[in-house]
């Protein structure tokens, strides 16, 4: 056994448990809550946080406080809490969670970590956190330690999400790699893409995960910190391989878009086609059996007399040249419309 673990044994070390059961938390309706259940009070630890709820534990249990941050992307973190404790603390979170997650996904993937107090500096060594007892700073240190564990839960939801939507296409590629029919619709291809550009969304424009918050760059201890429990947790390693994962998926619902894309084409030129020749066969069919033929009354009465109008300021054809009316060829006079219309023509 080495030194740090006799260390930490001889400690009694505590835990730091870290759970995301949300989308986001509403953090206003959470501390009007906790200010009316009279179990935790819940106040903000820095005017640079506003997306964190700090609140601790009116009535003491044992030796050390009862801490926990409610993080506004969805996190909770229990530091010192038992089990039964934790597990009424997130029932009492669901009315202010908004797109809550399945308690089995909640339940499968949660972040910890021990620590201790001792009497030196505050510091985070081989995944355990040593809290100095003398620090002023003790609330911040523990925010710290909570946004990393907070951060890393919530990517392991992610990851879950993501290994989720991995399994639903596998039968999709399958059908591909054996030439069968796709058996998805358009819509649904247009949906599967969505969730994907949404959880890349999460990933990389709505979370930390990507670079250092902007709480850390005046204060390079807690940011010192901070980046060695990033470290820990392999945040960086894990969310380049979710980026991965998602451009491959992306690819393949591009292709199958592509390609639901083209059928529709042909299947549009196909209808086409056939309503060509149905248009065709009854046009033969009418010129064949002489329907739609006038009688010899109907052509006489359609025989048309013109009247040339003469004397207009309208340019005019010379003698000789043809002029079509109404279907009827006439010869033109000496002087005719250049355009026999019904505007310059009379029927008589």
């Not at 640079?48 to 926990?68: F, H, I, M, N």
């Not at 969805?74 to 797109?99: D, M, T």
């Not at 980046?227 to 998926?249: A, D, F, P, Q």
């Not at 006489?300 to 060829?329: M, R, W, Y």
Request: net charge negative; hydrophobic share 40%.
């Amino acid at each position: 056994m080495c030194a740090l673990s006799l260390y930490l044994s001889s400690k009694s070390s505590l835990t730091a448990v870290a759970y995301s059961t949300a989308e986001e938390y509403n953090l206003m309706s959470i501390l009007s809550a906790l200010n009316k259940q009279g179990l935790y009070k819940g106040r903000a630890i820095s005017e640079d946080l506003t997306d964190v709820l700090y609140a601790s534990a009116k009535y003491q249990v044992g030796e050390e406080p009862r801490e926990l941050f409610f993080f506004r992307e969805g996190s909770v973190v229990f530091w010192n809490f038992p089990e039964i404790e934790r597990k009424a603390v997130l029932q009492f979170l669901k009315p202010h969670e908004h797109h809550a997650y399945s308690s089995t996904l909640v339940d499968q993937e949660v972040e910890a970590l021990e620590f201790v107090y001792h009497e030196n500096k505050t510091k985070f060594r081989d995944g355990n956190i040593f809290l100095s007892a003398q620090s002023t700073e003790n609330d911040l240190e523990k925010y710290t330690f909570s946004s990393g564990l907070a951060l890393s839960v919530k990517l392991a939801i992610w990851e879950a999400s993501l290994d989720t939507y991995v399994e639903s296409i596998e039968g999709i590629i399958e059908d591909m790699k054996e030439g069968r029919s796709i058996k998805m619709t358009r819509e649904q291809v247009f949906r599967k893409t969505g969730e994907l550009f949404s959880l890349r969304h999460l990933i990389n424009l709505s979370s930390d995960l990507l670079d250092t918050p902007d709480f850390y760059w005046d204060r390079p201890a807690l940011e010192s910190l901070y980046l060695k429990v990033i470290k820990y947790m392999n945040i960086s390693r894990r969310t380049k391989v979710m980026n991965e994962k998602l451009t491959h998926c992306c690819e393949l619902m591009e292709l199958l878009s592509h390609h639901l894309e083209d059928k529709h084409h042909v299947r549009l030129e196909v209808m086409i086609i056939v309503l060509i020749m149905v248009e065709t066969a009854i046009a033969n069919c009418f010129a064949k059996f002489g329907f739609g033929k006038p009688s010899k009354t109907l052509r006489k009465s359609q025989k048309l007399k013109l009247k040339i109008v003469v004397n207009l300021e309208l340019p005019f054809h010379t003698e000789g040249d043809f002029v079509t009316a109404n279907n009827n060829l006439v010869t033109c006079g000496s002087r005719a419309v250049e355009d026999i219309a019904e505007n310059h023509c009379l029927m008589i």
